[in-house]
C-alpha cells in the first residue's frame, strides 16, 4: 500500500478487521456449559412463577384493603398541589422608522384586536431621537400560539411593506394555580358532546378545542361511515421547545350518542425524541381496544419510509398488534388487521 | 398448551439446544453490551423457548425459531433501554457498567474488543441484529429475513448500512489502523467463521 494514497476508509476497515477478531475472541471466552446454563434458567423459572402468584393475590385483594386503596385515591385526589397552566398569549408588535397618526394608531390598535380576538390592546409610545417607537401590546386567551402568530406575520409584512420597521414578539403567559390532583387531571381532558350535530360540526369543536389545549396543526376528520358509526381522526402536533419537556396531549372525551370508548378507539401516537447525545429516535405508541405496543426505532431519519414502516410493523407484531403501517411525507398511517 | 411432563420438556429442549447452544451464547454476546448482559438474555429466551416448546411443530426448524426468540427478546431489551436514558445518572451507570479488563486478554485485544462492542450498540437495532448474525454467525440474509420478520431485500439494506456506518463511525473517532496497512480489507470479506 503506497502510504500517499491511504484512504481513511480503507484504514477503518483494517481496524474494523481486527476489532472484530478481538471481539470474536471476547465473546467466545468462558461459554457456560448448558447444564449450568439450564440450572440458571430453572432458579429463574421459579422466581418468575413466584412473582406470578404475587400478581395473583394482588389482583384479588381483600375488601378492607379494597376500601383502604379507595380511601387513600379519594384523599389523594383532594390533596391541594400547584401546578402550572399556559393561560394564553403575550403578544406585542413594535413599530418605528416613521410617524403614524392618531387616526392610523387607532385604527391599526382596532385591526389587531380584532384578528387577535383579544379584549384589548394596548399602545405605549416610546420617545427616541426621531419619530416615537410604537408598541402593541395584547393578551390572546388560547393556549396555542398558531394563530396569534399567523396574525403577527401577516401584520409584520404588510407594515414593513409600508416602510416600517416592525419587530414582534410572543410569549406564552404560564401561571401557578392552586387546585386538586382532579382538577389538574380535568386541565388535560376535552368534553364534546357529538348528540345531535352533524358531522363538520363536530369537526369543528375537535380542532378548535384542541388548539385551545395548545396543540399545533391540528387535523380532524369525522365521517360517517355507511355501515353506522362514525370514523373520528385527529391528528395533531406539537413541539417542544426545552429539553426534557414533557408534552402531554389532552384526552378526548366524545359523549353523547356513539360514545368513543377504549373498545372502539383505535390510538396512535408519534413521537421523535433526541437524546443528550444529539440521537433520534422515533417512538409509535399503538393501543388497540385492550392491547397496546410501543416500538422504537433509532435514527429514523437515515432510513427510507418502507424500511421504517417495515422495521414499526414487525416490532409492534412481535408486541401482539398485527397492523399495516405506511408512512407517507413524515406521516404515519397504522390499519389493525 | 404444555401437556408434556415438565421434565419431558426440559429435556426435550436441551437436547434440540445442545447442538446450536455455543452459537447461540455468542450471538447473545455480540448483541448485547456486555458478555453478562448477553448471557443474561440467552437464559430469558432459553426460558421462554420452554414454556413455548409446544409451539414449535417441527423439531428441524428449531434452530431458526430459537433464534427468533432470541432476536425478539432483544428487541424488547433494546427498547427498554432506551427509555433508562431518562433515569437519574446514577441509576444509568448501575445499568451498564463498564466490564473489567479481561485478564486472558492483553490490553490491545481487549480494548478492540471493546471498541467494536461500542461501535455495534451505535447501530440501530435493526442493522446491529443483521451484521452480527451475518457477519459474525454466517447467517444468510434469506434465515436473518426469516427470524426478523422482514424481507431479504430489507436485510441486505441493513447490512449494506450498518457496514457503511460502521466504517464512517471508525474514520470520525480516527480509528484507523496503520499496523494492519497494506491489506485493503472489506467488511463483507471478513466473514469470520461462525461456531456453526
Redesign the interface.
Known sequence: ?N?TH?N?????????????????????????E??H??R???N??SR?EERALMKLFRDHPFMAPAAMTLAILFLVMFVPVSFDRTVGQDVSLKLSGAALDEARVKALATEMKSQLGSESVEVHAEAGAGAPSLEFRAFVASKSDAQAHDVLDAFQRALTEQGLQVATSLKPRVERVSGNVAAYAAERVIRINTQGKSAAQIESEIRSAMIDAGMDDVQVSVTDRPEGGREVRIEANHEATQPGQEIEEPQLVLEGEGQMTDANMLRVKMRKLK??AGVI?LVVEVQDKDRSA?A????PD??SES?LA??VK??L??AGIDADVTFTNGKIEVRPR | MNDRPEADR?SHL?AL??PV??QA??TA??LASS?DE??DL???S??HA?RKLDTLRDDSKFRSWFFAILI?KH??R??RA?WR?FLPLEDAASAEREPAM?P??GED??M??R???Q??LAL???ERTALVLH??QGFTTEEIAGM????PS?VR?RLT?GRE???KY??RRG?????????????AA?H?EG?R
Request: glycine content about 4%; aromatic content about 8%; charged content about 30%.
Open positions: 500500500m502510504d491511504r481513511p476508509e480503507d484504514e477503518s476497515m483494517n481496524a474494523i478487521h481486527r476489532d472484530l477478531a478481538a471481539f470474536r475472541k471476547m465473546t467466545e471466552q468462558d461459554v457456560p448448558l447444564s446454563v439450564a440458571a434458567v430453572r429463574r423459572q418468575s437524546d443528550d429516535s410501543t422504537t426505532v433509532q435514527n437515515s432510513m424500511a417495515s422495521e414487525s416490532q407484531f412481535s | 426440559w436441551l439446544l445442545d447452544h455455543r451464547v455468542t454476546r455480540r458478555s448477553g448471557d440467552y437464559q430469558e432459553v426460558l420452554f425478539s428487541r424488547t433494546t427498547r432506551f436514558r479481561d486472558g486478554f485485544e481487549w478492540r474488543s471498541r467494536m462492542s461501535a455495534l440501530n437495532p435493526g457477519e459474525m426478523q420478520g422482514v424481507t430489507t439494506s448500512r456506518k460502521l466504517s471508525y474514520v480509528w484507523v489502523d496503520d499496523a494492519a496497512a497494506g491489506s485493503r480489507a472489506n467488511l471478513v469470520l461456531s
